[in-house]
T-cell receptor, first 112, second 116 residues
Framework: DAGVIQSPRHEVTEMGQEVTLRCKPI?????LFWYRQTMMRGLELLIY????????DSGMPEDRFSAKMPNASFSTLKIQPSEPRDSAVYFC??????????FGSGTRLTVV | KQEVTQIPAALSVPEGENLVLNCSFT??????LQWFRQDPGKGLTSLLL?????REQTSGRLNASLDKSSGRSTLYIAASQPGDSATYLC???????????????FGQGTILTVHP
């Protein structure tokens, strides 16, 4: 298996623009997570899905953030409009119940 | 609310030393605990997974223990090498129970430097 695949690896965008981050989980994993990592706050859980259904989105910072999982092999995290304080590394991870988590390589987002 | 604390925040040791990284969590009702390694600018690599019913797991020079009742885990690294230099993160998964399974709570990490 190729692991959890995230794209793009790096994204630089201007404030106010829409940003879409993508994730392909490991086949057979029924949980998918979006995390954000910053120096100040460490790793924060934004939202997670079980069987494509959002279970907990309490970590989503604002209405500017939205996430979807239209099928078992694809998820997106969208920020609209983006702001400089959204600059961070965004990780996607997947898991199946009782097993550990596998993380993707992350998307480094810079909003200027 | 689950809180995970890692001590020390940073550790610098000479090559060859055996070392222990500590992790504590406030809610003992966990499903499992996982140790990760993160190299600068990279993603997280899973090192060891301990289920709540287990006491320890071993992989090569790494050994992780879990004392769920006291809310503690340790990661033991034997004969450290410069290549072990990285940030080590401890994370716990909330206990199974309907939809509560899944939330992974991370500690702030221990930055390890092993110098030749």
């Amino acid at each position: 298996d190729a692991g959890v695949i995230q794209s793009p690896r790096h994204e630089v965008t201007e404030m106010g623009q829409e940003v879409t981050l993508r994730c392909k989980p490991i086949s057979g994993h029924d949980y998918l997570f979006w995390y954000r990592q910053t120096m100040m706050r460490g790793l924060e859980l934004l939202i997670y899905f079980n069987n494509n259904v959002p279970i907990d989105d309490s970590g989503m910072p604002e209405d500017r953030f939205s996430a979807k999982m239209p099928n078992a092999s694809f998820s997106t995290l969208k920020i609209q409009p983006s702001e400089p304080r959204d600059s961070a590394v965004y990780f996607c991870a997947s898991s199946s119940r009782g097993n550990g988590y596998t993380f993707g390589s992350g998307t480094r987002l810079t909003v200027v | 609310k689950q809180e995970v604390t890692q001590i020390p925040a940073a550790l610098s040791v000479p090559e060859g030393e055996n070392l222990v990284l500590n992790c504590s969590f406030t809610d003992s009702a966990i499903y499992n605990l996982q140790w990760f390694r993160q190299d600068p600018g990279k993603g997280l690599t899973s090192l060891l997974l301990i289920q709540s019913s287990q006491r320890e797991q071993t992989s090569g020079r790494l050994n992780a223990s879990l004392d769920k009742s006291s809310g503690r885990s340790t990661l033991y690294i034997a004969a450290s090498q410069p290549g072990d230099s990285a940030t080590y993160l401890c994370a716990v998964t909330a206990n199974a129970g309907g939809t509560s399974y899944g939330k992974l709570t991370f500690g702030q990490g221990t930055i390890l430097t092993v110098h030749p």
